[in-house]
Antibody, heavy 120, light 110 residues
């Protein structure tokens, strides 16, 4: 069974940093690109970032560039999202998701999400 | 990158067909055949319903179909059922090698 389990969320003060983790199981991790998507309370899904299977390339939404860094450790079947200089606008549930084999443009499995709250 | 435009809500009676729209620009929806649709029941993980405009993953009902014309993609749900009540989001690859989601449509089964 495919599973993605996020962790690392919590309450953080403005200006602080958090590192989210996404542990994968049930599929060949290197065959999939990993995306991070977020959803602020009462709003819709917003794309954050993605990293390709071997970790050699990544893309970011404009608001994440320079503040967030996506990475992966294929020996641990784990992806990460390092988030710095956090503001209240970053408060959201953060989901990791994987692409199907041979399809780079969609994700077919999601974790349950980890909540990040930025507040003083 | 602005979110793709979706109607806030669409409703229909059981058995009816409804169509959800997703409007972008030539830099996203209109420029690439990389539009996906996701069903999201609150509190649960989103589910992929359509990818690359028209492709349905295995296990997704044939009642769901996708299409695209110009800068607007569409998701049609045929034979509407109570379990189809959910939020639906489109997503597209963009010319900046990023992705953008739509604003979301709440589907209500009357």
């Amino acid at each position: 069974e495919v599973q993605l389990v996020e962790s690392g969320g919590g309450l953080i003060q403005p200006g602080g940093s958090l590192r989210l983790s996404c542990v994968a199981s049930g599929f060949t991790f290197t065959d999939s690109w990993i995306h991070w998507v977020r959803q602020a309370p009462g709003t819709g899904l917003v794309w954050v970032s993605r990293i390709i299977g071997d970790g050699s390339g990544a893309d970011y939404a404009d608001y994440a560039k320079g503040r967030f860094t996506i990475s992966r450790d294929n020996t641990k079947n784990t992806a990460y999202l390092q988030m710095n200089s956090l503001t209240a606008e970053d408060t959201a549930i953060y989901y990791c998701a994987k692409t199907p084999v041979g399809v780079a443009s969609a994700v077919d499995a999601w974790g349950q999400g980890t909540m990040v709250t930025v507040s003083s | 990158q602005s979110a793709l435009t979706q109607p806030a809500s669409v409703s229909g009676s059981p058995g009816q067909s409804i169509t959800l729209s997703c409007t972008g620009t030539s830099s996203d929806v209109g420029g690439y055949n990389h539009v996906s649709w996701y069903q999201h029941h609150p509190g649960k993980a989103p589910k992929l319903m359509i990818y690359d405009v028209t492709n349905r993953p295995s296990g997704v009902s044939h009642r769901f179909s996708g299409s695209k014309s110009g800068n607007t993609a569409s998701l049609t749900i045929s034979g509407l059922q109570p379990e189809d009540e959910a939020d639906y989001y489109c997503s597209s690859f963009t010319s900046r090698h990023t992705y953008v989601f739509g604003t979301g449509t709440k589907v209500t089964v009357l």
